[in-house]
Every structure is written in structure tokens, then in C-alpha cells.
């Protein structure tokens, strides 16, 4: 749900809607606390939805930490599974070699390619189905001479080959692997209920505007920073391709 919306909307326009939302919150808790004075019980309740909110957050920032440590680990992982099959496949007869090396430099260029069009769908697309061929392409010509060559030779390519295509599936599982919708839904219901509480003041008549604008651009911050950390194809926090890039570029030192 919260991809879908996405792509519908931009992130920034989503944000301005929760704070306004949040605004809102605020000046009905304000008007409820001159219709309906008498809740002794606000400030008490203040501090555990306030309470409720910031450990949620704990929660969510955990769960979104976690999962993108795992992408950053599985970049590095296919970099070495990729560097592995690159070295290996010098043990493989001409002209069987090149063309594996040939199609693993045209591999990771895929990646790369991929991971700057990942807000692009069709495109995206397009590279994963043309980097899944070159995978199917290597298996093949693996396959045709495999049997003729030893058998340490045999097992360490195969057992390469097979490691670049398990951690491809790895990272395009840990893409998917986001924060339930169900957190984000009871974060906003968390922190609308703790500004209609922090707006009711039935003891003022003046609204505490200097507050209300800090605590609504605060947690609209937090809770689109969290949203940042946890979609790998959105916003600026995003996961580093360099070990793909220095492998590039040791691939061409060792044609």
C-alpha cells in the first residue's frame, strides 16, 4: 500500500499531506479542550501515546536498519560471488573463457544499469530480464563442456555459477523485504492521537503554535526518514554500489 501510494504521488507532497493531517489533529484537540474541558486524565495520556509513538519508531527504525544493512551486505556479497566466477573461469578451454568473462562484464553492467533505473519500472524490468538471460547464457555454456574438464575444475565454476544466481535472487528478495504497511498505518494513528491529546489545553485560549509547528515538522521527519531508510527505490538514503564498481574496474584489468 505505501508503494502504491508512491507511485502515485511524490514523496514530498505525501509528507506535506501527514503534516497538515497532524495540524489538523492538533487544532481539533484545541477546540475539544473549550467544547469538552474536563479530561483530567490528558496529560497522563499525552505522555503514553507519546510513549506508544516513540516506541514504534524504535521498532520500525529497527526493522528498517536491519533490512538495510542486508542490502548493503548482499551488494558486496554478489561482487565477490561475480569476482569468484570471473577468476574461475580462466580454469575453463578457450573459447569458452572469454565469452563467460565477455558476459560477466556485460553482467555487472547490468547491475549497475538496473540499480539507477530502479524508480523506473519498465526499465528495470527490461535489465533484471536481460541479466537473467545472461545468467541462463553462462549455465549453457558451462553445461557444454563441463564433463570434459577435472573434476575440481567442474566444482569450483559450477559452485560459482550458482552463487551469482542465488545471491541475485537474495538481493531481489531483500528488496522486497519492507516494513509491513500495518506499522506505518498505526504510526499515523499514533501520532494523530498524540496531537489531539497535545492540542487539547483546555486551561489556554491561545494556540501554542511555536510547539505545534515543532512537533509536526519533527514527526513528519522521522517518520519519512524511516520511510527513506526502508524503500531501496525511493528518496536519497540509498544503498552503495561501489564494491560493483571496483569490480568493473578490476575486470578490465583482467581481461
Known amino acids: ?35 469538552r474541558p474536563g479530561l483530567d486524565e490528558a496529560s497522563a495520556l499525552q505522555a503514553s501515546v507519546l510513549g506508544l509513538v516513540a516506541l514504534l519508531l524504535s521498532f520500525s527504525f529497527s526493522m528498517a536498519e536491519e533490512r538495510f544493512s542486508q542490502r548493503r551486505d548482499l551488494v558486496v556479497k554478489e561482487a565477490n560471488a561475480i569476482g569468484t566466477l570471473y577468476l574461475r573461469s ?34 528495470f524490468n527490461q535489465l533484471r530480464d536481460e541479466a537473467d538471460q545472461i545468467q541462463g547464457k553462462l549455465w549453457s555454456a558451462l553445461d557444454a563442456i563441463v564433463l570434459q574438464q577435472p573434476t575440481g575444475v567442474q566444482t569450483l565454476v559450477t559452485q560459482g555459477l550458482n552463487d551469482v544466481i542465488d545471491v541475485s535472487a537474495d538481493r531481489l528478495s531483500a528488496a522486497r523485504n519492507l516494513i509491513p504497511d500495518t506499522i506505518f498505518v498505526l504510526l499515523l494513528v499514533g501520532v494523530l492521537g498524540s496531537g489531539l491529546l497535545l492540542g487539547y489545553q483546555p486551561e489556554t485560549h ?23 531508510l526502508d524503500l531501496p527505490d525511493r528518496g536519497r538514503i540509498r544503498t552503495s554500489q561501489q564494491p560493483l564498481v571496483d569490480l568493473r574496474r578490476q575486470m578490465e584489468a583482467l581481461p
Not at 484537540?29 to 473549550?34: A, D, P
Open 1 to 35: 500500500m505505501v508503494v502504491g501510494i508512491l507511485d502515485i504521488l511524490p514523496t514530498w507532497l505525501i509528507a506535506l499531506g501527514v503534516m497538515g493531517l497532524i495540524f489538523v489533529a492538533l487544532e481539533v484537540g484545541f477546540r475539544l479542550s473549550h467544547r
Open 90 to 123: 580462466g580454469f575453463l578451454p578457450e573459447p569458452t573463457r572469454t565469452e563467460m568473462r565477455s558476459r560477466l562484464r556485460r553482467y555487472v553492467d547490468l547491475r549497475l544499469e538496473a540499480y539507477m533505473a530502479v524508480g523506473d519500472r519498465e526499465r
Open 206 to 228: 491561545s494556540r501554542a503554535w511555536i510547539c505545534w509547528t515543532v512537533f509536526a515538522v519533527m514527526l513528519t521527519a522521522v517518520m519519512f526518514t524511516l520511510l527513506d
